[in-house]
Structures are given as C-alpha cells and as structure tokens.
C-alpha cells in the first residue's frame, strides 16, 4: 500500500476507471457479438444490426475504452461478414 497521499488518491482513481472502462468493455463485446450472431442467423435486421455494432465500436474508441484504429479494424470485419452473409 502506498504511502503518499497522493499515490493512495490515485490508486483510489485507478479503481474507479478500471471499474467504469470494465462495464464499457463488457458492453461493447455484447454489442459485437448480438452484431456477429444476427449476421449469423442471416437476419432479416443485419443492416440495423451491424449500424449498432459500428455505433458502439466508434463510442467506445471515443471514449478511449479501445484504440481508434482497432474500432476501424472490427467495424471493417464486421461489414465483410455481412456483405458475405448477403450474397
């Protein structure tokens, strides 16, 4: 345990971030997997379904819960995958 008032300040911090990124994490994985599972089942709602997921993943790397650049990379496979279950 840290001795300095500020260090126990900012672990106290640290805790309260990594709770609320933890929540926006879980979040988002639910959010890519019903995308991922509509796309599967070849839903009729893959178009709405596929905008949530791509919503999500660009609020997340808003936030800084993911880099911007891997929300790029999971909303570009997101879209192949539906443009696949289309066809």
Do not use: F, W
């Amino acid at each position: 345990m840290a001795n300095i008032k500020s260090s126990k300040k900012d672990i106290i911090t640290s805790a309260k971030k990594a709770e609320r990124n933890k929540a926006a994490t879980s979040a988002l994985k639910t959010a890519v997997r019903k995308t991922e599972k509509a796309i599967a089942a070849k839903d009729p709602a893959i178009k709405e379904a596929v905008t949530a997921g791509q919503s999500a993943l660009d609020i997340a790397a808003k936030k800084g819960i993911i880099h911007p650049n891997a929300a790029a990379r999971k909303k570009s496979r997101l879209t192949k995958k539906a443009n696949a279950a289309a066809k």
